[in-house]
C-alpha cells in the first residue's frame, strides 16, 4: 500500500511539472482567481496556502496585497502566483496615528474599494480577465466591488467556523452582546459554553469593544456570496459546518498548511512565504538539536497579540521553576516586559529566549513536547495537524473559544485556571507543563493528538475531504470562466 501511494504522489508531482508553463500563463483551464487577504500575516498565510492547492488544480492566483505590506514585507512566493496591490489609504503606514481602527476600517473601505476596482479593470484589459474573488470577510465591502462587476465571490474565513457561528448569530441579533456573565450561551456540537469561554468581544471584556460590530458585520453581506471556505475540515468541526451549510454552501478547505507538513503532495511546500518579522532559523534550530526528544516546551503569542507585563512574569516565573527545557518566542516590542531577574538566572542549556522563529519547523521538530499558545486559530491549527500537545493561554478575542475546543472539544491541551484578574499563575501554568509532560492526563492528551494528526493530513490528501471540497470549488471556476 505504500508503494502505491508513494507511486501516485510522484505521478501527481510529475503531472504539475508539465502545467507549470501553462499554470505560468494562466492557460490551463481559464481559470483565473483573485485572492485579497486582510493585510496582516494571520490573514494572508492561510489565503496563500489555499491559494498553492488551487495552483495544484490548475487554476490562476493572482493575489492582492497592500501597498504598505508589499514595502514592509519579507515575502517568498511559492510558484507562479502572481502579485499585485491595491491602497488601504496608508500606503507609507500611519493607520494608528491618524485616529486607530475605526479610522482605518473605513479608509480601507473608500480607498481598497476604489483601487480593487481598477486592477480587476486593468487584468481584463490586459488579457488576464478574472473569474473569482476569494476575499477575507474582515473586508466584505470586496464582495461588493465582486458582484457589482459580475464575478463569483467566496468568503474565505481564517477563523474558526464555531467563532464564524457565534458572530453570524450576534449579527442577525439572535444572541445580544455583550453576554452576561452567568448566561451559557449554544453552539451546535458543543455542550453550553460561558461567557468565559466566548470571544472576548461577545463577552465583553478586552480592549476595542467597538470591534464586536467590526466582526460581526462579516456577515452583513453573506448573502451575496457564491461560497462560503473555512480554514477547517470537516471532522474537526462537523455538527457547525452541517450547521452552517443549512445557511450557505460552506465548505472546510484546510487545514492550510504548507503541504510538507500534512500530506506532502505539493513539491517544495515548506513555508508560507510570508513573514512580517525575519526568523531567526539557525539559532532555533541549532539549539533544539541539542535537547532529547520531547523536552522542550515552546511558548509563543504570535504576530500581534499584547501581554500584560504581569502574565509575562507569570510565565517566565512557570519557566523557571520547571524543570524542562524551553525555546520562547518574545517579540522586540514585548522584550522589556521580561524580568530582568530572571534573564540572570536562565542558561543557555535551560532556555533560549529569540525575537521570531520558523514556528512550522520548530513545532514538527522531534525534541519539541508541548505548545504554549496564546490559541490564535492559526498556532491552533498548526498545533493540531502537527501533534503537539497545548497549554491555551488565550488573551482576547477568538482565542478563548479556541482554547475551549483545544481542552473540551478535541482534548490535546489544558487551559490553567485563570485568577479574579484576569492572569493565568505560575503554579496554575506549572501543573499544566507537569501533566502534559510526565502526567496520565498527559497520556491521553498525547494519544488525541496524534489521532488530531492524522485526520487531517487525511483531510488534505488526495479524496480527502478538504480536497473534495476544493476540486467542487476548482470545478465551478472553471466552468464560469469557460462560459
Known amino acids: 500500500m505504500l508503494g502505491l501511494n508513494h507511486e501516485k504522489r510522484l505521478v501527481k508531482i510529475s503531472d504539475r511539472e508539465k502545467m507549470r508553463k501553462e499554470l505560468e500563463t494562466g492557460t490551463k483551464n481559464g481559470g483565473h482567481i483573485l485572492v485579497v487577504p486582510y493585510p496582516s500575516q494571520g490573514h494572508i498565510n492561510p489565503m496563500l496556502q489555499f491559494s498553492k492547492r488551487l495552483i495544484s ?31 488601504d489609504g496608508f500606503d507609507d503606514g500611519g493607520s494608528m496615528e491618524a485616529g486607530g481602527p475605526s479610522v482605518y476600517v473605513q479608509r480601507f473601505k473608500t480607498v481598497g474599494s476604489e483601487t480593487l476596482t481598477q486592477l480587476i479593470e486593468k487584468l481584463e484589459t490586459s488579457g488576464n480577465p478574472v473569474s473569482c474573488v476569494v476575499y477575507d470577510p474582515f473586508i466584505p465591502w470586496v464582495l461588493d466591488v465582486t458582484k457589482k462587476l459580475g464575478l463569483i465571490g467566496a468568503a474565505f474565513f481564517t477563523q474558526s467556523c464555531i467563532v464564524g457561528a457565534i458572530y453570524y448569530s450576534v449579527q442577525k441579533g439572535l444572541v445580544k452582546a455583550p453576554i452576561p456573565a452567568d448566561q451559557a450561551f449554544s453552539v451546535p456540537g458543543l455542550p453550553p459554553l460561558s461567557a468565559s469561554d466566548l470571544p472576548s468581544f461577545v463577552a465583553g471584556v478586552g480592549p476595542y469593544p467597538f470591534l464586536l460590530d467590526y466582526l460581526a458585520n462579516q456577515f452583513a453581506n453573506i448573502h451575496k456570496t457564491d461560497w462560503v471556505l473555512f480554514s477547517t475540515f470537516d471532522k474537526l468541526e462537523s455538527e457547525v459546518l452541517n450547521w452552517m451549510s443549512k445557511l450557505w454552501r460552506v465548505r472546510g478547505i484546510g487545514p492550510t498548511l504548507p503541504s510538507m507538513y500534512l500530506e506532502k503532495g505539493i513539491e517544495d511546500d515548506k513555508d508560507y512565504g510570508f513573514h512580517i518579522f525575519e526568523p531567526k532559523r539557525a539559532e532555533c534550530i541549532n539549539w533544539l538539536n541539542t535537547k532529547k526528544s520531547k523536552s522542550v516546551i515552546y511558548v509563543s503569542f504570535g504576530s500581534i497579540s499584547i501581554v500584560k507585563q504581569q502574565q509575562i512574569e507569570e510565565i517566565a516565573l512557570a519557566l523557571l521553576e520547571c524543570k524542562h527545557n524551553f525555546l520562547w518566542v518574545v517579540r522586540e516590542a514585548e522584550e522589556c516586559k521580561i524580568p530582568s531577574k530572571f534573564l540572570e538566572e536562565i542558561t543557555p542549556e535551560k532556555g533560549l529566549i529569540i525575537r521570531w ?93 496524534s489521532k488530531w494528526k492524522e485526520l487531517a493530513k487525511e483531510a488534505v490528501d488526495e479524496g480527502g475531504s478538504s480536497d473534495r471540497n476544493i476540486e467542487e470549488f476548482v470545478a465551478q471556476v472553471t466552468s464560469f470562466a469557460t462560459h
Open 57 to 87: 488544480k490548475g487554476l490562476k492566483i493572482t493575489l492582492a496585497i497592500t501597498v504598505h505590506v508589499s514595502k514592509t514585507t519579507n515575502t517568498k512566493f511559492h510558484g507562479p502566483i502572481a502579485i499585485e496591490t491595491i491602497s
Open 357 to 449: 522563529c520558523p514556528q512550522l519547523e520548530v513545532l514538527s521538530h522531534p525534541a519539541v513536547g508541548c505548545f504554549v499558545t496564546h490559541c490564535g486559530f492559526n498556532s491552533t491549527l498548526e498545533g493540531l495537524s502537527l501533534g503537539v500537545p497545548m497549554i491555551a493561554l488565550p488573551q482576547w478575542t477568538d482565542q478563548p473559544m479556541n482554547a475551549k475546543c483545544i481542552e473540551d472539544l478535541w482534548g490535546v491541551g489544558m487551559r490553567p485556571k485563570v485568577d479574579e484578574e484576569g492572569i493565568f499563575r505560575k503554579k496554575e501554568i506549572g501543573l499544566c507543563i507537569s501533566e502534559i509532560m510526565e502526567g496520565e492526563k498527559g497520556k491521553e492528551i498525547k494519544e488525541n493528538a
